[in-house]
């Protein structure tokens, strides 16, 4: 089972954990967009997969149709961006558990991705070190004694690490903190955005956290700053959890009218799912659905999206038919033994 439908440490608060390294070969241009330079990469790219291992396949962007490409960015394998603006120099190397994805000249030459499910900082930063170092024993890697890692965006620079942790946050919005939590942790080097990463809102009380500096410190100290944040983020969210159970019935009645909208909808826009799972989460994490489990709410929030609907019941929709679609596809998820 793909790790995006399996349950971690602390999965009731931290969904995922995300490492990316971001890295550039010394002999291109930053940032390439010619045809000749693009090819040459690609094909250094793919001599690489056949000698690194991991079960890593190569796909050119282009070669894909519009549904994957967007059940990737729906998975947070890829990011928008590259999918819509990177269409005819992008690539990727991913394995079928697709827990590493590497972007292939998306914004650096390399943005190598490893996944976890849950709050699991340490194991999946050693594995993407240790891809990184297999990668790095085949290619030459754009770097200066001063610096470190060279970027194509002075952000990246140094180490070129981004350590992300994607959490939901319903009981600190709903007892009104969460402003206050979320301004807090700013003031610790600390980037806050929506499900998509970079210019994307929250949504459905989801927040990704990650590194703001990469320079000047270690991939240590920035794996163990995000580690200690996210802690006490989770200690936050549960504490406000506490606080909204003691009043039950309200709590109760609000997890089961969403529910009951999702159980007996006959038609349901992906949006509106994605509102409505926030509290049956909840309300499943809290133990207050016994109809419910961890399966069941991941199988919901990813097979409900828009083109994860269509590769799930392998058929192409119009909006309104996906709509209709989605309403029987979370019954059916639902009722499952």
């Given at each position: 089972?793909n790790?995006?439908l399996q349950s971690g440490?602390d999965s009731?608060?931290?969904?995922s ?9 010394s002999?291109?241009?930053f ?8 090819n040459?990469?690609?094909?250094k790219?793919?001599?690489?997969s056949w ?5 890593l396949?190569?796909?050119?962007l282009?070669?894909?149709d519009d549904i ?8 947070n394998?890829?990011s928008?961006?590259?999918a819509?603006?990177?269409?005819e120099?992008?690539s990727i190397?991913?394995?079928d558990?697709?827990n590493?994805c590497?972007?292939i ?9 490893v996944?976890s499910s849950g ?7 050693n594995?993407?070190k240790?891809?990184?170092t297999?990668i ?5 890697y ?10 194509s ?13 994607m959490l939901?946050?319903?009981a600190?919005?709903?007892?009104k903190?969460?402003?206050k939590v ?5 003031n610790f080097?600390?980037?806050?955005r929506g ?7 929250s949504?459905?009380?989801?927040f ?5 500096k990469?320079?000047g410190?270690?991939e240590?100290?920035?794996a163990?700053n995000?580690k ?10 549960r504490a ?6 003691k009043?039950?019935?309200d709590?109760e009645?609000k997890v ?10 006959r038609k ?12 049956v989460?909840?309300g499943?994490?809290l133990g207050?659905i ?11 929030y ?10 799930y019941?392998?058929e ?8 209709v679609?989605?309403a029987?596809?979370i ?5 499952e033994?």
């Amino acid at each position: 089972m793909n790790w995006y439908l399996q349950s971690g440490k602390d999965s009731d608060v931290a969904i995922s954990t995300r490492i990316r390294l971001a890295r550039n070969l010394s002999e291109f241009k930053f940032n390439i967009k010619d045809k000749e330079s693009v090819n040459k990469l690609e094909e250094k790219i793919k001599e690489l997969s056949w000698n690194i291992g991991y079960g890593l396949k190569f796909f050119k962007l282009k070669d894909m149709d519009d549904i994957t490409k967007m059940s990737l960015v729906e998975k947070n394998l890829i990011s928008p961006e590259f999918a819509l603006n990177r269409n005819e120099i992008g690539s990727i190397l991913i394995n079928d558990d697709e827990n590493i994805c590497i972007m292939i000249n998306e914004e650096d030459h390399l943005r190598i991705q490893v996944f976890s499910s849950g709050f699991d900082i340490e194991n999946t930063l050693n594995l993407a070190k240790e891809l990184d170092t297999k990668i790095q024993s085949f290619l030459n890697y754009a770097m200066s004694n001063d610096y470190g890692y060279l970027t194509s965006c002075p952000t990246n620079v140094g180490t070129g690490l981004r350590v992300s942790v994607m959490l939901h946050l319903p009981a600190l919005r709903k007892t009104k903190n969460i402003e206050k939590v979320l301004d807090a942790i700013t003031n610790f080097g600390v980037n806050i955005r929506g499900i998509y990463g970079e210019n994307s809102k929250s949504s459905s009380d989801m927040f990704q956290i990650s590194n703001k500096k990469t320079l000047g410190i270690s991939e240590e100290d920035i794996a163990k700053n995000i580690k200690i944040i996210t802690e006490k983020i989770i200690e936050q969210e549960r504490a406000a959890r506490k606080f909204l159970i003691k009043d039950n019935l309200d709590l109760e009645d609000k997890v089961y009218r969403n529910f009951g909208i999702l159980k007996n909808c006959r038609k349901i826009s992906s949006s509106e799912v994605r509102e409505l799972l926030s509290t049956v989460k909840l309300g499943t994490d809290l133990g207050i659905i016994d109809e419910m489990t961890d399966l069941k709410v991941l199988k919901l929030y990813l097979y409900t999206k828009p083109a994860n609907l269509q590769k799930y019941l392998g058929e192409q929709y119009e909006e309104l038919e996906r709509d209709v679609k989605r309403a029987e596809v979370i019954k059916q998820i639902i009722n499952e033994k």
